[in-house]
């Protein structure tokens, strides 16, 4: 008993290993409802280019609609020996109205179907990223505008370096994630084009009217060249790419959420319902989403570095190997779903301790910068400004004080034009005020960026 779909040329069945081992039909049965929108379009065009008739037509989207009603209910039989999910379904639409069914694929090829599909699949789960992404960035900016006023400390190299408002730094997050956004929508574009007409590889020679299937399945065009239409995965790397460096950026908040939750810094506080505690240490409260997001990241790259090499060196044009797209491109998709919703569910919940973020800024000489600045105002070259307030550092290390606990003769001691007014640079609230131009620290340009941002977000 050989294929009923293509057994016509072979002497003997597929060996049973064999079949298990070249099957899909496990991991691409996913994309059935987007096989079966492609295949009532793909009807619907073949009626019109007198292919099919009209009775026809509407027997196979009557088969196919019951087809979809018994997937979703899970009544439907899968197949591992009809291969894939577009063999299954052709097979179980036959069974169902008969001699019709086997004139379905009349014009289309298995190669244009599953890159129909992967495109349509993958459109769709965009879509839902993006709106994931903007959910993410929503809460960003309401805990932005909340603490625009509130003060840490910023760092390079991880040391203490100058103040900044815990809602800028939000920003910075927010800003990563408009250019990730705009990546997606890139893919996007590039992805929702309609292979459908290529066939196998040549094209077919029926009348086929490709721009009426391209509208029914809402592709922005047909496909230009046959050839490269059934072959390339280039739309799956690339969201794999823009994947890869959301999640980058989504570690690099990770990180820092890990960071900001240790007793070390203990900046934040994460709600209980996005910790887990510790079996064995009943004090244990662990940041483990953030955590899981950072080390999630490592499974995307690794999809993209799969699907690069799947692609590498393929001769024109469909080869088996493509079947290997599936699995890693799914798992991408649902990686950086999962990632994304839980992120937007707990970013809005975060509590910081501000008090303590305050006092971590008070440490560490952190508006050193200030007091240049402030030397420069009053005529001092910078360079030579940033050798005294250097001197005026070691001093406070020496005595352990910061620069805003000095006594004015303390300070003076380093230069004759600090006065009394120094100490108005020295405050972290002087400090972060002072950085009022656009992109700027200071809490009023942060309201601006919040205005602006949620602009940005309407207007998409
Ligand atoms: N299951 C196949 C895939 O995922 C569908 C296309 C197979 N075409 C073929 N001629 N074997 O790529």
Redesign the pocket.
């Known amino acids: 008993n050989t294929n009923q779909q293509w057994g016509g040329r072979f002497n003997e069945p597929t060996d049973a290993f064999v079949a298990r081992f070249t099957a ?1 039909v496990e991991f ?1 049965q996913r994309m059935y409802l987007q096989d079966i929108r492609g295949s009532i379009a793909h009807a619907k065009m073949l009626t019109k280019a007198g292919v099919l008739t009209e009775d026809e037509r509407d027997d196979i989207i009557r088969g196919l609609g019951e087809i979809r009603i018994e997937i979703e209910r899970g009544e439907f039989e899968w197949s591992v020996a009809l ?2 999910v ?1 063999m299954n379904i052709e097979a179980a639409l036959t069974k169902k109205i008969g001699i019709t069914g086997k004139k379905l694929h009349t014009g289309r090829s ?2 244009d179907q ?1 890159a129909t599909d992967i495109r349509l699949y993958l459109r769709d789960e965009v879509d839902l990223i993006l709106e994931e992404i903007t959910r993410l960035q929503q809460g960003l900016l309401g805990v932005a505008e909340r603490e625009a006023d509130t003060i840490m400390p910023g760092f390079t190299h991880l040391q203490t370096a100058q103040p900044v408002t815990f809602g800028h730094h939000l920003l910075a997050w927010f800003e990563m994630l408009s250019r990730d956004y705009g990546r997606f929508v890139d893919c996007r574009e590039r992805t929702n084009i309609m292979p459908l007409g290529a066939a196998a590889l040549a094209g077919t020679t029926y009348p086929i009217e490709r721009d009426m299937t391209c509208e029914l399945l809402g592709f922005s065009a047909p496909a230009e060249n046959s050839l490269d239409a059934v072959s390339d995965r280039d739309f799956a790397i690339e969201f794999c790419a823009a994947s890869s460096i959301l999640l980058m950026h989504m570690t690099r908040m990770s990180e820092e959420l890990v960071l900001w939750t240790s007793a070390q810094f203990n900046f934040i506080n994460l709600p209980d319902r996005f910790c887990t505690g510790s079996s064995i240490m009943p004090q244990k409260k662990n940041p483990d989403v953030p955590e899981l997001v950072r080390g999630k990241s490592g499974r995307v790259y690794g999809h993209l570095m799969s699907l690069l090499t799947l692609m590498k060196s393929q001769p024109l044009a ?1 080869n ?1 190997d ?2 290997e797209d ?1 699995e890693p491109l799914f798992d991408a998709i649902d990686t950086v779903k999962g990632c994304l919703r839980a992120f937007a569910d707990m970013i809005p919940a975060l509590e910081p301790k501000k008090e303590s973020m305050r006092e971590a800024a008070l440490r560490g000489f952190s508006t050193a910068t200030d007091l240049a600045d402030y030397l420069v105002r009053k005529g001092v070259a910078f360079r030579d400004a940033h050798e005294i307030v250097g001197k005026s550092v070691a001093y406070g290390i020496e005595q352990n004080k910061d620069l805003g606990e000095m006594t004015l003769d303390e300070l003076a001691q380093f230069s004759d034009v600090i006065t009394a007014d120094v100490f108005d640079v020295l405050t972290l609230e002087g400090s972060v005020a002072a950085r009022d131009h656009i992109g700027g620290t200071a809490p009023n340009q942060v309201r601006a960026a919040v205005a602006r941002g949620e602009k940005k977000l309407a207007e998409r």
Do not use: F, G
């Open positions: 899909s691409d291969e894939d577009h298995r190669n599953v469909y088996k493509n079947q599936k």
